[in-house]
């Protein structure tokens, strides 16, 4: 099964607002990495976040991370019709660099 | 900058037959896996290896094979094709960093597998 499960499924929103996503994972973890896969493309790394760390930022992406909910989000801010692309978290819960993904969120940004 | 290659990017294959996805890089990376990705299923590990001579079971393994002999290459082998196994496959490299978890993933462009 899983480790990770994104929420929403899929999210609609217009131009300049602010698009937050969700995972949540099932085991305790050590890192918590965000990927994104642009329509039938591979994915592209976003950022890192460490289970000592509770936010990080890299540019318009903000990503938190709640240990004691196993659960992180990825808001993206004042978004573009370019981050149009579907979202996905990944952990390697056992520590033996076994990256598995969530099921992804779809983000469709609207001009 | 040729980074994780694949292929082919396009097969059609019949049931029950075999054939071999390649996967290269040319980053030096230790660590080299492969994925399935389904609709609604997000994506699925198959294999994973950390280095040549290395191999190891993902979440999804039955009906596919792979060894590592260099650092480089990372084929992933079909040895009877079923309609199950239609499906997008990616493979990923990174480093092998000592932190487990951490390393960024590099990935191909994919390889689309119809078995009819």
């Known amino acids: 099964s899983q480790q990770g499960e994104e929420d929403p499924q899929a999210l609609s929103i217009q131009e300049g607002e602010n698009a937050t996503m969700n995972c949540s994972y099932k085991?305790?973890?050590?890192?918590l990495q965000w990927y994104r896969q642009n329509s039938g493309r591979g994915l592209v790394h976003l950022i890192l976040?460490?289970?000592?760390?509770r936010e990080k930022h890299s540019g318009r992406l903000r990503v938190t991370l709640d240990t004691s909910k196993k659960s992180s989000s990825l808001l993206i801010t004042a978004s573009r019709a370019a981050d149009t692309a579907s979202y996905f978290c990944?952990?390697?819960?056992?520590?033996?660099?076994?990256?598995?993904f969530g099921t992804g969120t779809r983000l469709k940004v609207l001009a | 900058n040729a980074g994780v290659t694949q292929t082919p990017k396009f097969q059609v294959l019949k049931t029950g037959q075999s054939m071999t996805l390649q996967c290269a890089q040319d980053m030096n990376h230790e660590y080299m896996s492969w994925y399935r990705q389904d609709p609604g299923m997000g994506l699925r590990l198959i294999h994973y290896?950390?280095?040549?001579?290395?191999?190891d079971q993902g979440e999804v393994p039955n009906g596919y094979n792979v060894s590592r002999s260099t650092t480089e290459d990372f084929p992933l082998r079909l040895l009877s094709a079923a309609p199950s196994q239609t499906s997008v496959y990616f493979c990923?490299?990174?480093?092998?960093?000592?932190?487990?978890?951490?390393?960024?993933?590099?990935f191909g462009e994919g390889s689309r597998l119809t078995v009819l």
């Open positions: 990944a952990t390697d819960a056992t520590g033996t660099y076994k990256y598995i």
């Open positions: 085991t305790s973890i050590n890192n």
């Open positions: 976040i460490r289970s000592n760390e």
């Open positions: 990923a490299s990174s480093y092998l960093l000592a932190e487990p978890g951490t390393g960024e993933l590099f």
């Open positions: 290896s950390v280095g040549a001579g290395i191999t």
